[in-house]
């Protein structure tokens, strides 16, 4: 009985909400889309790209979207990280969200680290109608966990050769005093 009625509250809050959505104009929802700091793309459902916000398009220094508006997704990632992009396609193509963080350069080459989500966009009828992608630039979080790991590298380093230099003394001072 409770299960029936919690369901049918969730499924009234998502009319409300569909309600709401097809109240808003295209221009409203690019204006939202185009609001965030992230790169937020639409991609179809054969993977090629349809949308990318101006913020996105900034962050990735694409001067004229029109320059790869409909090629592939993948195209537009270094080949060591390519395979990321058809495993992600493939979670979303059954229902599900997926994540991932890889290394892509910018259309100008500049280098870059991204956390990746992977999201299905539905229609009514739960068909898989695009696919949301939001990439926000962790560059600086990278390079900083790569400078703490050859920090703590070095004091493993250094640690060692005092515990050497420490048993060689102890060595030679044991040698002097027998």
Request: one cysteine or more; glycine letters at 6%; hydrophobic letters at 35%.
């Amino acid at each position: 009985m409770r299960h029936t009625a919690l369901k049918k509250e969730i499924d009234d809050q998502g009319d409300i909400a569909l309600t709401i959505l097809g109240d808003l104009t295209s221009s409203f929802l690019k204006s939202v889309l185009d609001s965030s700091p992230d790169c937020i793309k639409i991609i179809g459902v054969d993977g090629c790209l349809t949308y990318m916000s101006e913020n996105g398009q900034e962050i990735m220094e694409v001067d004229d979207f029109a320059m790869i508006s409909g090629r592939h997704w993948a195209s537009l990632w270094p080949d060591d990280n390519r395979h990321l992009i058809p495993d992600a396609l493939a979670q979303v193509k059954h229902g599900r969200a997926c994540r991932f963080e890889a290394h892509c350069p910018t259309a100008k080459g500049r280098d870059r680290w991204w956390d990746v989500s992977v999201s299905p966009v539905i229609d009514e009828e739960g068909e898989l109608q695009q696919i949301l992608s939001i990439s926000r630039d962790i560059t600086q979080r990278v390079r900083h966990e790569q400078e703490l790991k050859d920090k703590e590298a070095e004091l493993e380093r250094l640690a060692r050769r005092q515990a050497q230099e420490l048993r060689q003394m102890k060595l030679k001072m044991q040698a002097i005093a027998s």
